[in-house]
């Protein structure tokens, strides 16, 4: 990626910024289940992660922001979340004692700003207490794009490699 496709710099961020962001970095939720079905409809959705990184991602840090307005950050927030107690399905992950948990109620947290504006449709309630605000840009389309075409073009085997260098 960084020799064929990267056209732009990525600037490695001071230690103190690296840490505050990394509080909202959280393994993906993983469930199982059981699986019985009738009148079964198969989607195939291994190509989630590669369709998120279509989305802009944050480029350059361009400081702390005091704003309240979520719709004026791009970046990452602490805030406090308020989750509704009769939500079906918790969207938001929290740690709580090296566990990671799908909480509903209240609780402090910092986030993606993107992600806290996905949850908000849900009945999420935000109050942001600090930012750190940065550039976006779509930094993977063209490879994205790359290994879409060759998925897309490829035939029986070819096509299996790259479906799997896609996922």
Known sequence: FRT??????IPILKQ?????IRQSYFGGATDYYEGYCKNLRYYDVSSLYPKAMLNDMPILYLGESKTKNLNEIFGFVECIVTCPKDIKVPLLLHNVNGKMIHPTGRWKGIYFSEELKAVIKHGYKIEIINSYLF???KIFTQYIDHFYDKKKNSKGAERFIAKLHLN
């Open 4 to 9: 064929k496709f990267l056209d732009k710099d």
């Open 16 to 20: 103190s910024e690296d840490q505050f």
């Open 135 to 137: 550039s976006r840009d």
